[in-house]
């Protein structure tokens, strides 16, 4: 039995169910209570509950997610249902760290990750296609780099428990969600009143819809960098064929619930600074290529036992919170009596996503092996 549903999670339909299910649930979960257009977002997510632990200070965007939660989880009972969970470590930590923290300088800057700019065209958000095609023109990069010999080295077997932090990470995030203790006075835990970080889905939808998503692409592999990586490199559309499900379910889940409006202006959480929304998405998009992985791919590869991929995950939350404490995060537009104010970066915002570039350009440069 379990080979038979090796075979079908392998296959073409595996990954499209995937696919659908993220698609189906982002527009489920934002009708459920979630933000608009950010029915799923692990890029906004993590920021949320780095707000919640007071690594920023983002009134607006404070929530410990369940999703995020249930991803790794859901992952984490894969691996071990399949015999997969295997802990490992050992490839450039710190400089999984460095590429986390500006893959999400980049999609603060766009306001979503690869996931989100999928939900918010599928939505009608036509901001989206710009922070698509930088997002493929950082992957384009990152294989340019990959050709020319670019690797963070091998990750080791190392001890079981090293494998178990960042799931144990999460549980402990459950436990503040259910019991939301006060530590001191005006100090964290923190949950938004207003703003994106205020509305929500029911625990118990979000925390089950992580696990289902956690479970399913653990068992694909699903990945929306692998997809566009394996096309550029090998042509194979397999991953693919995962994230067009994405966005078509989530398209036609969008009509049926009166949710989809077609536009650039006064979109939810977006801004129509096309510039660096695909300029913040090719940071992004790049560093996930030099990492092996989006920002969900990091999440089911840690739940399954992946220290390097946790450092990754580690080192967008620190992001986050440097992204809102530094005034770098995007600014959504603005529509107030019929007038609309263009939103987008600080000139602080648009220097970090100009050194986040470099620096990855820098890495993917320094870090290629010698031919003899």
């Keep these: 039995m379990s080979e038979r549903f090796t075979r079908f999670f392998a296959s073409r339909w595996g990954i499209i169910l995937a696919g659908a299910t993220i698609g189906l649930l982002g527009p489920l979960l934002q009708k459920w209570g979630n933000p608009a257009n950010m029915g799923i977002c692990v890029a906004c997510f993590e920021r949320d509950i780095a707000g919640a632990l007071g690594l920023h200070r983002a009134a607006a965007v404070q929530y410990i997610r369940p ?3 249930g991803m790794v989880l859901g992952s984490t009972a894969a691996a071990l249902l399949f015999r997969e969970f295997k802990a490992r470590t050992g490839s450039a930590p710190i400089v999984r760290f460095m590429l986390g923290f500006f893959a999400m300088i980049g999609a603060l800057a766009f306001l979503g990750c690869p996931w989100r700019a999928n939900l918010r065209l599928a939505g009608g958000d036509l901001n989206a296609i710009t922070g698509l095609l930088g997002l493929a023109a950082g992957i384009a990069g990152g294989v340019l780099f990959l050709k020319s010999g670019y690797t963070l080295g091998r990750s ?11 799931p144990g990470i999460m549980l402990a995030l459950l436990l503040l969600l259910i019991f939301r203790p006060q530590f001191s006075q005006g100090g964290p835990i923190f949950f938004s009143q207003s703003g994106p970080g205020s509305l929500a889905a029911p625990l118990l939808i979000s925390l089950g819809a992580g696990l289902l998503i956690g479970f399913l692409a653990q068992r694909t592999r699903f990945c929306t960098m692998g997809a566009v990586r394996d096309v550029i490199l090998m042509r194979d559309f397999h991953l693919l064929s995962g994230v067009a499900a994405l966005l078509v379910v989530a398209f036609i889940t969008n009509l049926a619930l009166g949710q989809f409006k077609l ?4 979109q939810p959480v977006a801004h129509s600074s096309h510039l660096w929304n695909f300029l913040g998405m090719a940071l992004s998009g790049l560093a996930f290529a030099l990492a092996g992985g989006c920002p969900g791919r990091q999440l089911f590869l840690s739940g399954e036992g992946d220290g390097d991929s946790a450092v990754f995950v580690i080192g967008m939350v620190v992001g986050a919170g440097f992204a809102h404490n530094f005034s770098l995060a995007g600014k959504p537009d603005a529509l107030a009596e019929g007038v609309l104010t263009v939103g987008g970066l600080t ?8 050194i986040g570039l470099a620096v990855c350009v820098l890495l993917g440069l320094a870090m290629r092996e010698q031919k003899a």
Aim: proline share 4%.
């Design 347 to 354: 000139n602080a915002g648009m220097a970090a996503v100009i």
């Design 67 to 69: 999703e995020i939660i």
């Design 263 to 266: 536009g650039f202006e006064a």
């Design 156 to 166: 080791s077997k190392t001890y079981p428990v090293v494998g178990w932090i960042l």
